[in-house]
């Protein structure tokens, strides 16, 4: 199928995704999402010549939680290279998200996995904070983003932050346990403090989509990291994006893509596009329900697929 023919396939996407009736359930560990209405769905696709499609809830911001991480953890890899590998792994967990578990076996020693489970997006924050105050790594954050996005418009929710502060004791149990392993360089409390305020920024499917055009490798957006550095990351985004569920997406739908809790998914096709798609709803593996089904549709529709 055809470039031309991808407004007239979102619109019928949504539509189809609205029919099913199969919404998911939302984060209910975290109050200010598990009130959010579960019967809603977006998808946007920026595509490598500029174009910009949309379908659905397009325009309605959502919390992008751990999304974040792509950013975090290409700021991180910018100030300190490969010296971040020494901290976090690159392998697949095969675990939830925030599991405490690998952490204590004795091969790890406190090193999380991946940069994209919790443990591993704690040290990654931590490593962007190093040397100055949270209100400043949270302003290199939000730029980053907004440079991506090209768009000033991205914000950080507080009462969503506030939310996982009051609330997110998994994450100061895994916080203080890489503490007790010398993986922080800075107090579990600031850390965190500055882990939830970034995964508290709000964005539409449009902003999402934008600000992830620098991940395509290809002619559009801004220049933000080098082709080794964007392979690398969609690496991973590949093999550890959806965590215990991993495997699962990269089999369903054969592209990179990063999910988070608040029910979103960036997904990208090398050199083509920039795919966001959100439904708050969550499955099993705590991945968009309605947004993983779409993206299996739509990659499979467009031929969009790195095998």
Request: charged share 20%.
């Amino acid at each position: 199928m055809a470039i031309s023919d991808l407004q007239e396939r979102l619109t019928d996407l949504d539509a189809f995704q609205r029919a099913t009736g199969d919404w998911g359930i939302p984060a209910n560990y975290i109050p200010e999402l598990a009130s959010i209405d579960t019967e809603q769905f977006a998808i946007t696709v920026a595509t490598a010549d500029g174009q910009i499609f949309s379908a659905g809830d397009a325009d309605t911001r959502f919390s992008v939680q751990s999304i974040t991480k792509i950013f975090t953890l290409a700021i991180a890899l910018g100030r300190v290279g490969d010296q971040l590998w020494n901290r976090v792994g690159r392998e697949p967990s095969g675990r939830a998200f925030n599991s405490i578990v690998q952490l204590e076996q004795e091969r790890e020693q406190g090193r999380p996995r991946n940069p994209f489970i919790n443990a591993g997006a704690i040290v990654t924050t931590d490593e962007i904070l190093s040397g100055r105050a949270p209100r400043d790594a949270l302003a290199e954050i939000v730029q980053f983003v907004r440079t991506a996005a090209e768009d000033d418009d991205i914000h950080i929710n507080n009462i969503v932050a506030a939310s996982e502060i009051e609330h997110g004791h998994r994450n100061f149990a895994l916080a203080h346990f890489l503490a007790s392993c010398n993986n922080l360089k800075n107090p579990p409390e600031m850390t965190l403090g500055t882990y939830f305020h970034h995964c508290a920024i709000e964005m539409t499917t449009q902003q999402l989509a934008m600000a992830g055009r620098f991940l395509m490798d290809a002619n559009c957006g801004p220049r933000l990291l080098s082709t080794a550095r964007i392979r690398r990351l969609n690496a991973l985004m590949l093999t550890c994006g959806h965590y215990d569920g991993s495997g699962d997406f990269a089999y369903r739908v054969g592209i990179p893509g990063k999910s988070g809790v608040g029910g979103g998914i960036l997904a990208i096709v090398p050199g083509q596009a920039s795919i966001a798609v959100w439904s708050p709803g969550l499955n099993r593996y705590g991945n968009s329900q309605q947004g993983t089904e779409a993206l299996a549709r739509l990659a499979s529709q467009m031929n969009w697929s790195i095998f």
